[in-house]
């Protein structure tokens, strides 16, 4: 191969890039270190590794100050993340987690942005009983984390069930094809057979070799009218295009991506650009060749440096383009006439084109869990599993669609959510329904300020703000995350924020309803007061000067209150 005139100049390859290498296909040192029991820890490298096999150590911040006080360690645990492509399971795999998040977790079960789910808390000497078991309900922890293609987000779309049932399709083959080969995942937490124990092992990984790739990598299938898995967002994406009712191919997006660098403006979210249409048979191969390109010219120096975008970005999408259509061995075709309306959720109960019901319910910041409001989220959503006979949907929204009802158990299943409070979530605001959050503290090691556990009470003092407006029926995209990392990718929220520090968050505005258009910070470093107080007369500005369907994004553009920003590279401009 040629050498990259992009590459760093005199650059050594990161750390990662090494544990990777000597890893013997990610096998490390993990067995031997998840049998010690002397901590509840796991060294850094191993824990690098862990991440490709779906899970990665934190431990409780609000525990850190008590436990040294105490001369304890950290009370270090792991999450623990489950693919599911698409985001569909069966009841009887809902209620194994739901088991296993009362047994070895919290207690509670986290929905998330990528249609996977989080469990949270497990002790090291737990894990492997919790992987097999998940593993015998037919899901796995594999490749849910680390530098590897993550979990493939599918538009959950009860509205055309033949239509979604071919995309699926499609997502589950994607997401079968770009898995790792390596067996270091059966031999660590299935007692499968051990190979050679060498780094000369006949063992390969066709797609990754041993290195890997240099980041994550994430992949979404859209079908229009709903962008609701952020289609732009994705390193690759498809947007299904249906002609005739019938799905015709996917026009294809490169090069998304929402994670930054506080400070660094050589790192900035970014948006997929549409480079041609491919028949559904193709995108198989469009995915895999797409892989293969971030692997051989991917930044292996600056793991900020590392995602699919900037390796598009530093060369040009023609570039990309032109490889890809190198490697494929055809080009792509013209791109097909596509139109998104929205990026949310669709709630309460609506009937497929099968025959079907299917019932969305909110669930705020894709937690699940009982409270002591009444809302028996967790004890409602087990006992319709016991009864329900279609399928559970986690959308890209964190919410959950409970699918497939059956004329006949519809009425049994509408009873179950109004006994157990599930169904009160349908009644909050529509800025409600329209939020995101992601996990942030205590959790997260990374997480600068609160997310999942401040946002709602935020958005409380929000409502009332768009009431005296008379708002409270608008629907706005608002988003929050503890860090710039983008897990609930607030760059897309028409108010988004991401946490700076502690109580303190940079506000940005002036992202598309449809998820086209990036925001743009409008305040750095503020607090709440502060926060309220810069958006209550843009509010009611919006209020007063708003267009017939203009939604907020599009109108603080047009008033002059931020520029739009449709290409990470003007995100800091």
């Not at 590794?49 to 409780?60: A, F, N, V």
């Not at 069930?161 to 994607?174: K, L």
């Not at 995602?307 to 383009?321: A, E, Q, V």
């Not at 929000?462 to 988003?479: C, D, F, N, P, S």
Request: charged residues 25%; proline residues 4%.
């Amino acid at each position: 191969m040629a050498k990259d005139p992009y590459a760093p100049k005199d650059a050594p390859p990161s750390d990662v890039e090494h544990i990777k290498i000597k890893s013997n296909y990610l096998r490390g040192s993990l067995a031997e270190t998840l049998e010690d029991r002397i901590t509840g820890s796991i060294p850094e490298d191993d824990n690098r590794l862990m991440k490709h096999h779906g899970s990665y150590m934190q431990d409780d911040r609000d525990l850190r100050n008590e436990r040294t006080k105490q001369k304890l360690e950290p009370a270090y645990q792991f999450m623990l993340r489950i693919r599911a492509a698409g985001g569909i399971i069966t009841p009887s795999q809902w209620l194994v987690i739901d088991e296993l998040a009362q047994k070895y977790a919290n207690g509670t079960i986290r929905l998330t942005t990528r249609q996977s789910f989080q469990l949270h808390g497990i002790i090291k000497w737990n894990m492997k009983t919790t992987v097999k078991a998940i593993n015998e309900t037919l899901l796995t922890t594999y490749a849910a984390c680390g530098d590897v293609n993550r979990n493939v987000m599918c538009n959950p779309n009860p509205y055309q069930s033949e239509v979604h049932g071919e995309v699926y399709d499609w997502a589950n083959r994607i997401s079968e094809h770009l898995l790792p080969q390596s067996r270091a995942y059966h031999e660590l937490w299935l007692d499968g057979e051990k190979i050679v124990d060498s780094q000369d092992t006949a063992e390969q990984e066709p797609i990754y070799k041993n290195v890997y790739l240099p980041r994550k990598f994430k992949i979404g299938i859209a079908v229009p009218p709903s962008n609701d898995v952020d289609v732009y967002s994705q390193d690759l994406g498809f947007i299904a295009i249906v002609e005739n009712g019938k799905l015709a191919g996917f026009n294809v997006t490169a090069g998304g991506g929402m994670g930054m660098t506080h400070g660094d403006t050589a790192t900035y979210p970014q948006l997929g650009r549409v480079v041609g249409f491919c028949t559904p048979e193709q995108a198989v191969d469009v995915a895999e060749k797409t892989v293969t390109i971030q692997r051989d010219y991917g930044d292996r120096s600056v793991r900020k440096h590392a995602r699919f975008k900037y390796t598009i970005d530093d060369r040009g999408i023609d570039w990309y383009k032109e490889e890809l259509n190198r490697r494929l061995g055809y080009a792509l075709q013209p791109a097909r006439e596509y139109r998104f309306e929205h990026n949310g959720d669709r709630y309460g109960w609506v009937k497929g084109s099968n025959g079907k019901w299917h019932l969305t319910l909110f669930i705020q910041n894709g937690r699940v869990a009982d409270d002591d409001q009444g809302h028996l989220i967790m004890t409602g959503l087990r006992e319709i599993a016991k009864v329900h006979k279609g399928d559970y949907r986690l959308t890209a929204n964190q919410n959950l669609v409970i699918g497939n009802v059956s004329g006949q158990s519809k009425r049994k299943i509408e009873s179950l959510a109004e006994q157990y409070g599930l169904t009160s979530g349908l009644n909050v605001s529509a800025l409600r329904r329209n939020s995101m959050a992601c996990v942030a503290l205590p959790t997260c090691g990374l997480a600068m300020a609160e997310s999942e556990r401040y946002l709602p009470s935020l958005i409380s003092k929000l409502e009332t703000i768009l009431a005296g407006e008379g708002l409270q029926e608008q629907e706005i995209v608002i988003r929050m995350t503890g860090c710039p990392n983008g897990c609930a990718r607030a760059s897309l929220g028409e108010i988004g924020f991401i946490g700076k520090a502690p109580g303190k968050y940079n506000l940005y505005l002036g992202a598309s309803f449809n998820g086209d258009r990036l925001n743009k910070m409008y305040r750095e470093n503020i607090g709440e007061d502060e926060i309220l107080a810069e958006l209550k007369p843009i509010i009611g500005r919006y209020a007063r000067e708003r267009q017939e369907g203009e939604h907020f994004g599009d109108f603080v553009i047009r008033a002059g209150i931020i520029n739009a920003v449709v290409s990470g590279t003007d995100f800091h401009a």
